[in-house]
């Protein structure tokens, strides 16, 4: 059956700031397991998330860099797309970052939504203010799973990166790390209530209104790329290009062992492939 969808998106962290102790959310999802850049990507945000998003390598996307200026989105849409596109409500909810989300330096990735929220963050390096628009978008993502469950919703989250950038991998990344995988059981807290709910409906419906109550959520928390040290990445560092994936629910399709590999599982799992 046909089921819901929900990406968490957790910009530049990386995979060994994760464990059971300091991201106990992401650790206990379901399969969590590293995720090497493909060669033929740049250890960017822009080339990495157009990878997760399309399903295809950074060749066909044409997303070069964080500008995203030259695309080749409209050839290869990103799984928002297709599944607003195939008649299903969609949510993208994203933090800070523009180009995801709204016309600048060669946006959106993302192109259509039926629900598209965007919370942008000024100054650009303010690490309080991405903290503050994390937790909005949060907050907003949250109450709209809950109330309206959407099939498929992808929610961004960049403080982790930004922190990364200012401040290395210190004290301060770490802690940011802690508050992205807080936020992460919220959302993950809101579709698992929902299920709950559902399934309470379900018990008291007849058949006839059977597929209407019940869904099925597949939960996928990826990252881009990870930071060297003293913070920043670009390289081909073994820290910058192992990534990560988790999932859990209704996992259709392969498993998760490049970012290409992304955005094939959420559309299966929503039934549109």
Known sequence: MAGHVLVIGVDGTRFDALGPESTPAIWSLGTLAPVIIDDGTHSWSGPCW?????GVPMALHNVVGNDL??????????????????GLPTLLAVSGWAP????ADGGPMFAAAT???????????DVAAWDAADEAITALATSVIEADGPRVSFVYLGAVDI???LSGVADAYHAAVRAADQRVARLVAAVRSR?????????????????????????????DHGHVDEGGHGGREPEVLTAWAAVS???AGDPVTSQRDVAPLVLAAAGLR
């Not at 157009?50 to 399309?54: D, F, L, M, P, Y």
């Not at 709910?197 to 996928?220: G, K, L, M, Y």
């Open 50 to 54: 157009g990878t997760i998003a399309t």
């Open 69 to 86: 200026t030259g695309h080749r989105l409209a050839e290869y849409p990103d799984f928002l797309t297709v599944a607003t596109r195939a």
């Open 100 to 103: 995801l989300a709204v016309a």
């Open 115 to 125: 629900r598209r929220e965007f919370i942008p963050v000024e100054p650009e390096y």
């Open 163 to 165: 922190n990364g950038h």
């Open 195 to 223: 299920s709950a709910r559902t399934s309470q409906n379900q018990a008291s419906q007849n058949q006839a209104s059977h597929d209407q109550a019940s869904e099925d959520w597949t939960i996928v928390v990826v990252t």
């Open 249 to 251: 629910g209704t996992t």
